[in-house]
């Protein structure tokens, strides 16, 4: 089982990045998937989830509006365009999968993380 995060770099603030998250190894078709940031010194917190079928999407208000989560199921992909860039969305994103997610934002709900893409948005 492998998810693998990538498209992060540096953006200058008002600038846009599109995440892309490859899973391999496991039938994500089952599996809810989400997006996470830890910033330097900060807990590592959900931004963004979409469920099985990507009928559903969730965010965290902090992003709401700014963020669009998506899913490719055929290639086992899910994005995060990230638009209007702030410096307080310096971080490094991870993906994650859970079979049994009852609220998306926590954490120990999802069973597979990946290694996470530095976003670094600065002028």
């Known amino acids: 089982v492998q998810l693998q995060a990538s498209g992060g770099g540096l953006v200058q603030p008002g600038g846009s990045l599109r995440l892309s998250c490859a899973a391999s190894?496991?039938?994500?078709?089952?599996?809810?998937i989400g997006w996470f940031r830890q910033a330097p010194g900060k807990e590592r917190e959900a931004i963004s989830c979409i469920n099985n079928n990507g009928a559903s999407t969730y965010y965290a208000d902090s992003v709401k509006g700014r963020f669009t989560i998506s899913r490719d199921s055929a290639e086992k992909m899910v994005y995060l365009q990230m638009r209007t860039l702030k410096p307080e969305d310096t971080a490094v994103y991870c993906c994650?999968?859970?079979?049994?997610?009852?609220?998306?934002?926590?954490?120990?709900?999802?069973?597979?993380w990946g290694k996470g893409t530095q976003v670094t948005v600065s002028s």
């Open positions: 994650a999968a859970g079979h049994s997610v009852t609220f998306w934002g926590r954490l120990s709900d999802y069973r597979y």
């Open positions: 190894g496991f039938t994500t078709d089952y599996y809810v």
